[in-house]
Structure formats: C-alpha cells, structure tokens
C-alpha cells in the first residue's frame, strides 16, 4: 500500500514529531562542518533545524514521497539553508556518494517492513563511527487507535501491512548484523493528549489512519474517523516510542 501524504496539512496541525525531532538533533555532537542524513525528511521540519546548526555542512534530507519532496524543495529554496534533496527509497541502495558523518531519522523506519535491508543501507553511507539516531513507533505502537478502529470498521488496522512496529531486541540484532553498534534500544511511553475532539479527528484522519481510511469512499471517511475518535473515549493518541542510538562499527 502507497500512501499519499497531506503534505501542506502535514505541516499545519500539531505534531509530537516537533518534539522528538528536536530531542535527536540536540543529541548529535555537532561542530557544524558535517554532512548529516535525514532519511525520511517529510516536509523538512528536522532537516531545516539541523541544518541551521551547521554552517559549514550540509543536510541530506531523503525522502521518497512525491507530495512530501515537493512541498520540502519550495521550503528548502526558501529558506536558503544547506540542505540537498535525495529523491530516494531506504530500501534500495542509497545514490549518495561521499559517506555522511551522522544519520537521524524521525517517524519514518516503521513504514517500512524490511529493517534488515534499511540498516544494511544506511550502513552502506556512513562513516565508521557515525552516530545512527531515530525515533518511530514500536511494539505496542497506537494499540488503542488500532482497537478502536476494528470496532468501528470491522477491519484489521493492520490489513495491508502499513506500519511495522519493531521491539528493541530484534532492532538491535538487525543494527548489529548490518555493522552497527547498538548503544540504546528501548521503548518508552509517549501518549499524546488532544485539547478537543476536533484536533483529536484531524490528527487521526492525516497523520495515523491515512492508508487504512483509503480503503473507504472519500464521503464515509470523516464520519469513520469521528466514530474511531469516540470509541476511544479520551482523545488520546497511544504512540509507544522505539528509540534507537547507535554507531556505525
């Protein structure tokens, strides 16, 4: 299933994703002359922070999203910052040809199902020693959301395989098979909270239940969302975190 992103909504609501952007970029051990990896940039929100603290570097900011990599060149031309744009897939072998001193990625690795050929690329354009930072959603990922959704529907959130939310140690195992060094692997709690159930709709509508809502008539999707939002009864999102530090080996 090929999803099409909202990319211009994608940037106008609330996303936790600002946080955890954050939380990677501050991690990094910048001096502000590397070349650092954003694979899977979306919009370009973290590539154009990170690049902003390297003045004397670049950014790769990887995506494979048409509506996504269109929308992240208008805002990288506008902002002047340096940042490349790498139309690729991080399941084939990456067009990048000098190795990057650092690689980050937010809310982008559980959309894809094959982690063993995702690490063993990534791998592939780093330099020994780099630092691997990411954050998506892990075992036990949204199990609310995907609850809620079958009682409404009737339909397995999970038909299609859209998401795949890994556990620590089998991410570790995958990281040291592809020649890194895992250093911190875990899962951590990060429930998100919805002022008003409007918010709460739209967030599930664009950012969580995308791929599962065109499987419906473009007329019913709202009034499924709406019924999802209530069967929940808080308007909460449930994320679950898979937090992965790393190094190359």
Not at 34 to 54: N, W, Y
Not at 84 to 102: C, F, K, T
Not at 171 to 187: C, I
Not at 222 to 246: N, Q
Request: glycine share 6%; aromatic share 6%; proline share 6%.
């Amino acid at each position: 299933m090929v999803h099409t992103w909202q990319a211009t909504k994608y940037d106008e609501i609330f996303l936790p994703h600002l946080a955890w952007g954050d939380e990677l970029i501050a991690q990094l051990p910048l001096t502000g002359t590397e070349t650092v990896l954003d694979a899977g940039a979306g919009t370009g929100r973290d590539a154009l922070k990170l690049a902003a603290r390297l003045p004397a570097g670049r950014v790769l900011a990887l995506e494979s999203s048409e509506t996504m990599l269109a929308r992240l060149r208008e805002k990288v031309v506008t902002s002047g910052l340096p940042v490349d744009v790498v139309d690729a897939n991080l399941l084939e072998p990456l067009p990048i040809s000098s190795p990057v001193d650092a690689a980050i990625s937010v809310a982008t690795f559980h959309w894809i199902h094959d982690h063993k050929a995702l690490f063993t690329n990534l791998a592939e354009v780093m330099k020994q020693g780099a630092p691997l930072l990411a954050d998506c959603g892990g075992r036990g990922n949204i199990d609310r959301v995907k609850s809620a959704f079958h009682a409404v529907t009737g339909r397995d959130a999970d038909g299609g395989r859209p998401w795949f939310f890994a556990d620590p140690q089998e991410t570790a195992d995958r990281l040291s098979a592809a020649g890194f060094e895992p250093l911190d692997v875990r899962l951590v709690r990060d429930t998100i909270v919805f002022p008003t159930r409007e918010e709460h709709e739209e967030f599930l509508a664009t950012i969580v239940l995308g791929p599962q809502l065109e499987g419906f008539p473009a007329e019913e999707r709202p009034e499924i969302v709406r019924h999802v939002s209530r069967a929940m009864v808080d308007a909460v999102v449930d994320y679950v975190r898979l937090k992965i530090r790393a190094k190359k080996a």
